[in-house]
């Protein structure tokens, strides 16, 4: 039985639909087999860059590596070299406690050769051709990129080049970081009045807080605190000292550079456990730079009436 001229119309648009569909397929599995072959090519030149300087070279096998200096790069030879040129001005004295990697996006062959071109530097690359998929309509994907290089150059030091754990080697994340709890109340910072943090503001307010937290004196004053209902001051006298009393309260007890790491004016406040209270860790002239400090932004606002803290 013969066919209509209609039936045959439309098998030739269903042949040529699914040759079409046939066709786009062929063609996006050729694209797929070159970026793959392209990223094989590079990482094989990548894994003999590194093989042929590996960062032992750059260490000192007597001295433990404290953190990674990287330096992220994409397709501007220039200023790569302007600034690894700045950082090697003082980073050679250092380089065995502050090795130096470069961490190069994408393929730009003159920013390559420039990294490769020093000796005391680590190379990275990261290649990605994969397209990028943005949350929301009308995004750059620039950052995009931008965010899944730093990401994979972290990744590399974190693994690879073992700075997994940080750069005071972990000694304190177990017991310290880890656990830390994100926030979980909803605040409007937009309708918040924040002037309070302005710092002439800010340090009459912290100065009068510090002052009027009852004082604790002794070597049991920590333990004296744990019974105290309101906001308690402890003054400690030098390093031993203020890490022998945050041993008592298991709080962060590092000292960098002659002060404890998260200290204002050499104070350190946490509250206790669960409580609102407070308990301030003073240094023993701490008083004293608050009361300057306090007095030198009145007498410049032109206030000859002290705030007594």
């Not at 750059?140 to 974190?158: G, M, P, Q, T, V």
């Not at 006298?237 to 960098?256: C, L, M, T, Y």
Request: hydrophobic share 40%.
């Amino acid at each position: 039985m013969a066919r209509s001229p209609c039936d045959l119309r439309i098998l030739l648009l269903a042949a040529a639909a699914a040759f079409i569909y046939i066709q786009e397929k062929i063609v996006a599995l050729e694209e797929m087999k070159i970026r793959q072959d392209e990223e094989r090519v590079h990482l094989k030149i990548l894994i003999q860059d590194l093989e042929k300087r590996s960062v032992q070279t750059l260490v000192n096998n007597n001295v433990a590596p404290v953190a990674a200096v990287v330096v992220m790069a994409c397709n501007r030879p220039d200023y790569l070299q302007r600034t690894v040129e700045s950082i090697l001005k003082y980073q050679t004295s250092v380089a065995s406690k502050f090795p130096l990697f470069i961490s190069q996006d994408g393929i730009n062959g003159e920013v390559k050769k420039k990294a490769l071109s020093y000796n005391e530097i680590t190379y990275m690359q990261h290649l990605d051709l994969e397209p990028v998929r943005t949350e929301r309509p009308g995004e750059l994907i620039a950052y995009y990129k931008i965010a899944k290089h730093y990401k994979w150059a972290l990744d590399e030091l974190f693994i690879k080049h073992n700075f997994a754990r940080g750069s005071s080697m972990g000694q304190f994340f177990r017991q310290y970081l880890e656990p830390i709890k994100l926030n979980d109340a909803h605040i409007k910072w937009n309708s918040e009045d924040l002037s309070y943090l302005k710092e002439d503001k800010f340090l009459i307010q912290f100065g009068k807080d510090v002052a009027s937290a009852t004082p604790l004196h002794g070597s049991d004053a920590a333990l004296k605190a744990h019974n105290m209902d309101a906001d308690v001051r402890i003054q400690y006298n030098d390093q031993e000292d203020f890490e022998r009393i945050a041993r008592q309260f298991g709080i962060f007890e590092e000292w960098k550079d002659g002060i404890p790491r998260t200290a204002y004016k050499g104070v350190v406040v946490f509250r206790y456990k669960s409580s609102r209270r407070r308990i301030y860790l003073v240094g023993p002239d701490s008083l004293s730079q608050l009361r300057f400090l306090n007095w030198t932004y009145a007498r410049m606002k032109g206030n000859e009436i002290l705030i007594d803290i």
